[in-house]
């Protein structure tokens, strides 16, 4: 009896969902006004392989179409998006984006992420952080496609 080899996937070849946590590590009693810049883990956190600046893989791209949190934070802040270090008009308060919210915020066009193209996510605290530092993690909703 032969063994069957089954091939590796090595692209996308349709439109799937994918899940990125972005993790910020918020330090006790930071000030208001602190920007922080989030850990990204684009392939789950099981293997540890975190980015502060995600490059998008060629010959794939993805389109940012959602994001929560699971419960509300301790310390509210806004988040930004970075683009190949260009903000993106898309920002939200961490209080407006909590998943139980039957009125949370939702993007209003999806952020594109082209192939090649940097991705990064900051955090601005507009309160003092608790005097206990603490992780803040965001997820983000992203559809995937061939570029």
Same mark, same amino acid.
């Given at each position: 009896m032969a063994n069957v080899v089954q091939p590796e996937q090595v692209g996308q070849i349709g439109t799937g969902d994918k899940i990125f946590l972005v993790t910020f590590s918020v330090p006790a009693s930071a000030a208001s006004g602190t920007t922080l810049t989030g850990s990204l883990y684009p392939y789950g956190i099981d293997d540890g392989t975190n980015f502060t600046a995600?490059?998008?893989? *060629?010959?794939? #791209?993805? /389109?940012?179409?959602?994001?929560?949190?699971?419960? =509300?934070?301790? +310390?509210?802040?806004?988040?930004?998006?970075?683009?190949?270090?260009?903000?993106?008009?898309?920002?939200?308060f961490l209080s407006s984006i909590v998943v139980g919210n039957? *009125?949370?915020? #939702?993007? /209003?066009?999806?952020?594109?992420?082209?192939?090649? =193209?940097?991705? +990064?996510?900051?955090?601005?605290?507009n309160a003092a952080a608790p005097s206990t530092a603490y992780t803040q993690n965001v997820i983000l909703h992203f559809l995937a496609t061939p570029a």
């Open positions: 995600f490059q998008v893989p *060629s010959g794939i #791209k993805y /389109s940012m179409v959602d994001l929560y949190v699971n419960a =509300a934070p301790s +310390t509210d802040g806004q988040l930004s998006f970075y683009l190949n270090g260009n903000k993106q008009g898309e920002n939200f039957t *009125s949370r915020s #939702k993007p /209003s066009q999806p952020i594109i992420l082209a192939e090649g =193209a940097t991705f +990064t996510v900051k955090l601005t605290l």
